[in-house]
């Protein structure tokens, strides 16, 4: 079992920084075994694929809305993802979900397995 936890979230104007990040535990977790994502939900909106990292690390990719402004990445010593965010903007308002699986990466999120509860961010314009 994978236990995720989000921070960082919060209130910022437009053009502005983030770094969100999600703290795994469970057991002899070996984090280096799970591919990790980030998604994102805004109101009424489905939940959106935002990047994933490989278990290694080694490995990103990202949707095309934040590619090039948002960072992922892993340690899996600290067994800690992140996601830096820049250049925000008022589209990126949501609840952004931390998400792990075991193997390797994927951009839909019915094939992760474990979920943390979420953290807000909301962009001002």
């Known amino acids: 079992q994978v236990h995720l936890v989000e921070s960082g979230g919060g209130f910022i104007q437009a053009g502005g920084s983030l770094r969100l990040s999600c703290a795994a535990s469970?057991?002899?977790?070996?984090?280096?075994?799970?591919?990790m994502g980030w998604f994102r939900q805004a109101s009424g909106k489905e939940r959106e694929f935002v990047a994933a990292?490989?278990?290694?690390?080694?490995?990103?990719t990202y949707s095309d809305s934040v590619k090039g402004r948002f960072t992922i990445s892993k340690d899996n010593t600290k067994r800690m993802m992140y996601l830096q965010m820049n250049g925000l903007n008022p589209d990126d308002t949501a609840t952004y979900y931390c998400?792990?699986?075991?193997?390797?990466?994927?951009?839909?999120?019915?094939?992760?397995?474990?979920w943390g509860q979420g953290t807000q961010v909301t962009v001002s314009s």
């Open positions: 990292v490989s278990g290694s690390g080694a490995y990103t």
């Open positions: 998400a792990a699986r075991r193997g390797i990466t994927d951009t839909g999120d019915i094939n992760y397995e474990y």
């Open positions: 469970g057991g002899a977790l070996t984090l280096s075994a799970y591919a």
